[in-house]
């Protein structure tokens, strides 16, 4: 996003010289109020009018927040085919917060359909956070794909990505809708029953789906002007992967913020010990691949493990 970052966050160096018709009447504190509910969509497309609504725009206090911090919400919910669904405050209120909204933790990522922070863990495990394919939805619920997709809210377009550990790509499709709010909006339209709704409920899970609508999300902390991204235990993946504790990998998974992790330090026993084998991070010790690469996926054994 790098390209584009000086052009989504200052306008142009010319000053303006066209006018916004009667728009250039109201006071700036009502322009600001326009702005704030537009889609997101329609404010880009507001900010291309000319200079003179491209300087209004870029001062608006939210827009600057997401535009320098926030890039990869826009970008998700642009590629996802969602940004019509949102305004820019719907993007700045999850980057000034860290807590999951279904745990209460520290969440590293934004669920794309609703913009709302949630963490790694409740991505995979929470019913709210649901999602399959439209054929698959059709199948279970007996309705035409057609009547479907007009009747169950927005559709997610899917975007290329590793969205597992293993060699074989995972198996993405083209779009995705969620669960909870197209079930919600077919049962008020009465296209179905509760019986659709258990058989959903049973239906096997491909868990990757659920990677497909989730993008990170740094969080921006308004007390001390800092961006926090999130950091993960590297004794955790030592315990995962040396010792063989662990085994689904739940620790190894979490994200903490810099205060969360010192907390967690005082229990990890392996985090501790690598903080004393390292003399306190100055010399370099054995440790696993995927820390070593900072938690960047290289070639992995079907086990999810580095080779
Ligand atoms: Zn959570
Ligand atoms: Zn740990």
Same mark, same amino acid.
């Given at each position: 996003?790098?390209?584009?970052?000086?052009?989504?966050?200052?306008?142009?160096?010319?000053?303006?010289?066209?006018?916004? %018709?009667?728009?250039?009447?109201?006071?700036?504190?009502?322009?600001?109020?326009?702005?704030?509910?537009? &889609?997101?969509?329609?404010?880009?497309?507001?900010r291309?009018?000319n200079r003179?609504?491209?300087?209004?725009?870029?001062?608006?206090?939210?827009?600057?927040?997401?535009s320098?911090? %926030?890039?990869e919400?826009?970008?998700?919910?642009?590629?996802?085919g969602?940004a019509?669904c949102?305004?820019?405050?719907?993007?700045?209120?999850?980057?000034?917060?860290?807590?999951?909204?279904?745990c209460?933790?520290?969440?590293?990522?934004?669920?794309?359909?609703?913009?709302?922070?949630?963490c790694?863990?409740?991505?995979?495990?929470?019913?709210?956070?649901r999602?399959?394919?439209?054929?698959?939805?059709?199948?279970?619920?007996?309705?035409?794909?057609?009547?479907?997709?007009?009747?169950?809210?927005? +559709?997610?377009?899917?975007?290329p990505?590793?969205?597992?550990?293993?060699?074989?790509?995972?198996?993405?499709?083209?779009?995705?809708?969620?669960?909870?709010?197209a079930?919600?909006?077919?049962?008020?339209?009465?296209?179905?029953?509760?019986?659709?709704?258990?058989?959903?409920?049973?239906?096997?899970e491909?868990?990757?789906q659920?990677?497909m609508?989730? +993008?990170?999300?740094?969080?921006?902390?308004?007390e001390?002007a800092?961006?926090?991204?999130?950091?993960?235990?590297? %004794?955790?993946?030592?315990?995962?992967e040396?010792?063989?504790?662990?085994?689904?990998?739940?620790?190894? &998974?979490?994200?903490f913020?810099?205060?969360?992790?010192?907390?967690?330090?005082?229990?990890?026993v392996?985090?501790?010990?690598?903080?004393?084998?390292?003399?306190?991070?100055?010399?370099?010790?054995?440790?696993?691949?995927?820390?070593?690469?900072?938690?960047?996926?290289t070639?992995?054994?079907?086990?999810?493990?580095?080779?």
């Amino acid at each position: 996003m790098q390209s584009v970052q000086t052009s989504l966050q200052a306008a142009f160096e010319t000053l303006p010289n066209a006018k916004l %018709g009667i728009f250039d009447y109201l006071p700036v504190e009502l322009v600001f109020l326009v702005l704030r509910n537009l &889609d997101i969509r329609s404010f880009f497309h507001s900010r291309q009018i000319n200079r003179r609504a491209r300087v209004l725009s870029t001062g608006l206090y939210e827009y600057q927040l997401v535009s320098k911090h %926030g890039l990869e919400g826009l970008r998700g919910l642009l590629r996802a085919g969602l940004a019509h669904c949102f305004t820019i405050v719907d993007l700045h209120r999850p980057l000034v917060t860290d807590k999951c909204s279904i745990c209460g933790g520290f969440g590293g990522l934004l669920f794309l359909f609703t913009a709302e922070r949630c963490c790694f863990h409740c991505l995979r495990s929470s019913a709210h956070y649901r999602v399959l394919p439209p054929s698959a939805f059709a199948k279970h619920a007996h309705i035409s794909p057609s009547r479907l997709l007009r009747l169950s809210g927005p +559709t997610l377009q899917t975007v290329p990505g590793t969205y597992n550990m293993m060699d074989t790509p995972a198996r993405r499709p083209k779009h995705l809708i969620l669960e909870e709010k197209a079930t919600q909006m077919l049962l008020a339209a009465k296209a179905i029953d509760q019986d659709v709704i258990r058989n959903l409920r049973i239906r096997r899970e491909q868990p990757e789906q659920r990677l497909m609508v989730a +993008t990170a999300y740094p969080c921006y902390r308004l007390e001390n002007a800092k961006l926090e991204r999130g950091v993960s235990c590297k %004794g955790c993946q030592v315990r995962l992967e040396f010792l063989r504790g662990d085994s689904h990998g739940l620790a190894r &998974d979490r994200t903490f913020s810099t205060q969360g992790f010192l907390s967690h330090f005082s229990a990890c026993v392996e985090a501790q010990h690598l903080w004393a084998e390292s003399e306190e991070g100055t010399r370099p010790v054995k440790e696993p691949e995927l820390t070593r690469r900072g938690g960047f996926l290289t070639r992995l054994g079907s086990d999810g493990l580095p080779r």
